[in-house]
């Protein structure tokens, strides 16, 4: 199933549309994705396929969308996590996953405007892992039992801010407003036929900007769980950005920042796509 926000409410996309899921379940789950993720596997079994096959459909755009866990209890970045952006970095590959967060407040829809606060924010195609059951000291063995879901997510980075400083504090450079869209939905794991290899990709017009696989990841989405839960209890709906693969603006010669005017594309195979147009949200400076 692919779980999604429409004006607010939790709904199940669908061919055809979307489905509200608390007319869906009686009232019994919705309308916050809080109320279905803190419940996922009794929501799983409410929702049969008969009875979604008859439900009301609502059509929708991708603009109209939300961020599908619109209020997560915590969301972990993972940075360095393929090898070849660790070399673009350089920086040698971690022995250890190399943890930051982003804030909430900047999580954003799959098609949200986001207001550029400088001319050096930075791209990352990332896979989002959404935590399905509260987690502690969990196995790397039992890892994917529990996540909920994967979506695709943009770990925007405003360069300056994330790297300044006698000890660089990524997490403000990576959370401002809109930093962090994710979307179109949380696709299920039985969705995929291989939730562990996925293609990923970013563009711009005709530009690719990033183009792998997440089975290239360092740390794979089950060691992940087992390294966090082992430190922080996880909460259903909490957000795991895994890393973003080789590619990234500032890893380029010469460097290639966005730009007001244009539209960031982000997709990953089986999950969807963010579109987001990019607006500035800065003084030009006068030479240009
Ligand atoms: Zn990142």
Not at 90 to 112: E, Y
Not at 209 to 215: D, F, G, M, Y
């Amino acid at each position: 199933m692919r779980l999604a926000n429409l004006a607010g409410r939790a709904v199940l996309l669908v061919d055809g549309g979307a489905v509200d899921v608390e007319r869906l379940t009686d009232g019994k789950f919705g309308p916050s994705a809080r109320s279905i993720l803190d419940n996922w596997e009794a929501f799983r079994d409410a929702v049969s396929g008969a009875r979604l096959d008859a439900a009301e459909r609502t059509s929708y755009t991708l603009a109209d969308l939300g961020a599908p866990v619109p209020e997560p209890r915590q969301i972990f970045g993972i940075g360095l996590n393929y090898a070849d952006h660790a070399a673009e970095s350089g920086a040698p590959n971690p022995d250890f996953p190399v943890v930051f967060t982003k804030f909430p407040s900047s999580l954003g829809g799959p098609a949200a405007p986001v207001s550029l606060p400088s001319a050096g924010v930075d791209y990352e195609a990332e896979l989002v892992a959404v935590v399905g059951k509260r987690a502690d000291h969990v196995s790397e063995a039992d890892g994917w039992s529990y996540i909920a879901g994967l979506t695709v997510g943009q770990d925007l980075s405003e360069r300056e801010v994330q790297l300044r400083g006698p000890a660089p504090q990524f997490s403000m450079g990576k959370s401002y407003r809109g930093f962090s869209p994710c979307g179109p939905a949380v696709v299920s794991l039985d969705e995929l036929a291989n939730p562990d290899d996925l293609a990923i990709s970013g563009w711009i017009g005709d530009e690719v900007l990033q183009k792998s696989r997440t089975e290239k990841l360092i740390f794979s989405v089950p060691k992940l769980v087992a390294y966090l839960s082992a430190i922080c209890t996880l909460y259903p709906g909490d957000l795991i950005f895994t890393g973003t693969p080789a590619g990234v603006g500032v890893g380029r010669k010469p460097q290639r920042f966005l730009r007001p005017g244009e539209t960031l594309v982000t997709e990953i195979e089986g999950l969807g796509r963010l579109e987001i147009p990019l607006e500035q949200g800065y003084e030009s400076s006068a030479s240009a």
